[in-house]
């Protein structure tokens, strides 16, 4: 090869190595620009919103007229999170007022700070701003977990941030004190979509009727039996007392047991 060949040779390489280096740098920036268009990395379905006034970000909850936008505090109801640009769907084009919802998987959901800032890690969940987030300070149903800080002097300001979404009851958030109440007050508001929470709550229920029926059977009878006693022997009195001391004492642990068994089908 001469030296004339070699120097076209040589531009021949530049030439390639300067295309594949173009393309290269624009392939690149297109992923970038791709993933910066994307809001979410979960799977997004569609289903019918009855809610005309629904908007990208929004939380939704099922309701009796269909899927609106959450209205209360820990709603039992989430269903999801409205993206209008996920990163995969399932789309049906031909239901009306359809729009993509995720309920599992990393997408951007509107926040506020109405029960105060959010820090990374946190539960969010439904709060009284319809469709929009709030940190979740107590047990209750929760759409997920914070990825990203948010702060706010303005509680009526509403911001996004992205979130891990996991709709479940969340537990551990407050003291125990009143927790069983809450969980049972709140699951009277499963719907029936969800056969298998509301047979949690139907036997955490019924297992509270039942520790109390048996601890109130069995006072009585307790009760019953100590003033016979003490009525046929006054010189034993004391004992007598002793005994259905303990015996009160056992109804209670039975009462408490059933309690605690409740609590914990509700928590699991």
Known sequence: MNKLELNIYYRKIKKIKFITITLLILFLSSIKIVFAQLSSSGIAITAPVADNQAENGDIVCTYENGLSRCLGEYEASIFGIISDDPAASIE???????????SSGVTSVKVSSVNGNIAEGDFITSSTIAGVGQKATRNGYVVGSALETYSSDNINEIGRIQILTNIHPAAGLSGPRGNLLQFLR??????????????????????????????????GRVSRAGVEAVGRNPLASRVIQMNVLMNILLTIVIVLVGLGIAYLILIL
């Open 92 to 102: 049906d084009p031909d239901m009306e007022n359809g729009r993509l919802i995720i």
């Open 186 to 219: 709140e699951g009277l508001a499963v719907p029936l979509l969800e056969p298998l929470d509301s047979l949690r709550y139907l036997l955490a229920i019924l297992i509270i009727i039942i520790a109390f029926t048996l601890g109130l059977v069995y006072f």
